[in-house]
């Protein structure tokens, strides 16, 4: 039985999406384009980075693989080692959003088969009737804002006015959020989370998948600053998921990054914060010291998909993913017999793709672990096959999406 460790490479697509066409994403390819850029020099920063992408853990672990048999071909400048250890193969999404909580919930054995509510692109991206309920019961003059918009852009357009006018930034993206900026002093933070508990309650009705607290520090437009204070209010997910069923059987659910405001704090049993990907994977490593047999360390590395992804940086994308590799022996060193570590995404977020959304894509599947044979799983049809092999390993039944690849 042993445990388990799920660690989301939040946004690490592997491109091939059969359906991206649908969502404007056609030949998206997270590491393929990454892989390209590297190889091609234009991926260089001094003092960084440079030259072609250098997974060695993760390829060995059969990323080459996975990569070419998602997209139908291998990542440019990068060697193709002729042996590979553990379980290698992708995962096609079969929830209808391309966002966070959909692919987190796929991955835990739950797809979301209904369709968001999403704000429009054109005008106003908020109805008035909400945004006024919303002032008026948080006691604010009004908001600025109420457009798509890329974060970090927003808070340096409009939050001066912020600070001057009290008003907090609201916003949206191809995603189903809402989401709001404000300065943690000048506003307040407590204020501000009040704010987004207020807006959760009178957005259930539009079907709003999440609403996300985007606090902010600095004087001005030059240097304001995300902190790591965001917080993310999310529905509940639509059945319950293999975390709600592993606590059912008594096993322990430990939460490490924002996998706790993800799945709505449903199935989870502690939480462990921390910021950047770094401390993301100290803390994870500390967790599997403190994991008992049956129970599952469950990670989100959010800095690929928010400070790179999103922010369209290819170095800092490639960067991040060669920092992840390095640490990739840390964990190694960590196994006992019976345990099983997976590493996958939840959607792609092209960082040469045009805006700042995510993209539809395939994601990875690596699983290994002391004495797990190596072997292709192919394309799986839905990400909940994961949820569901973890469910296999850890020994508690089957649910009633996806097939178990263990
Ligand atoms: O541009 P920022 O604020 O990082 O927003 C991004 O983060 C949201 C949640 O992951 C996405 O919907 C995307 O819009
Ligand atoms: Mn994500
Ligand atoms: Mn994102």
Redesign the pocket.
């Known amino acids: 039985m042993a445990r388990a460790f799920l660690f989301v490479l939040?946004s690490f697509g592997v491109g091939g999406a059969p359906d991206a066409a649908a969502y404007g994403d056609e030949g998206a390819d997270t590491l393929g384009h990454i892989a390209e850029f590297c190889a091609a020099g234009a991926a260089d920063r001094a003092g960084l980075r440079e030259g072609p992408l250098s997974l060695p853990n993760m390829s060995e672990l059969g990323l080459m693989q996975i990569a070419r048999s998602a997209s139908g071909r291998f990542p440019a400048g990068m060697p193709v080692p002729e042996k590979v250890y553990g379980i290698y193969g992708a995962a096609t999404e079969i929830s209808r959003g391309k966002?966070?909580p959909s692919g987190h919930w796929e991955i835990a054995g739950t797809p979301v088969s209904f369709d968001w509510g999403y704000f429009p692109t054109e005008g106003d991206a908020f109805p008035q009737e909400f945004i006024e309920a919303l002032c008026r019961e948080a006691d604010v003059p009004g908001i600025l804002g109420n457009c798509h918009?890329?974060?970090?852009?927003?808070i340096a357009r409009l939050g001066e006015e912020h600070i001057r006018t009290g008003k907090p930034i609201c916003?949206?993206?191809?995603?189903?959020?809402f989401?709001v900026?404000a300065h943690e002093v000048h506003f307040g933070l407590d204020r501000l989370l009040a704010f987004c508990r207020l807006a959760r309650g009178l957005l259930d009705p539009y079907n709003i998948g999440?609403v996300?607290a985007?606090p902010f520090i600095g004087q001005s437009a030059s240097t304001f600053q995300?902190t790591g204070n965001r917080r993310?209010f999310s529905v509940l997910p639509p059945e319950p998921t293999l975390l709600d069923r592993l606590i059912e059987h008594g096993r322990q659910v430990h939460a490490v990054g924002k996998i706790g405001d993800i799945f709505a704090h449903q199935g989870i049993s502690r939480v462990i914060k921390a910021n950047g990907n770094e401390a993301l994977m100290d803390a994870s490593l500390s967790t599997i010291d403190e994991a008992e047999d049956g129970d599952l360390v469950f990670t989100n590395f959010v800095d690929f998909?928010?400070i790179y992804g999103?922010?369209r940086d290819v170095p800092g994308y490639a960067a991040a993913l060669e920092a992840f590799d390095a640490r990739l022996p840390d964990v190694h060193r960590k196994l006992k017999p019976g345990d099983l570590v997976v590493l996958t995404a939840d959607h792609g977020c092209d960082p040469t793709w045009r805006g700042?959304?995510?993209t539809r894509e395939r994601v990875p599947v690596i699983a290994y672990g002391p004495g797990i044979r190596s072997r292709s799983i192919g394309v799986r049809r839905s990400y909940a096959d994961i949820g569901e092999s973890i469910a296999r390993h850890l020994g508690i039944p089957a649910g009633a999406h996806g097939r178990s690849f263990l």
């Open positions: 939040d966002d966070t918009a890329s974060g970090t852009e927003i916003y949206t993206s191809s995603d189903s959020v989401q900026a999440r996300i985007r995300r993310d998909d928010m999103h922010r700042t959304d995510h």
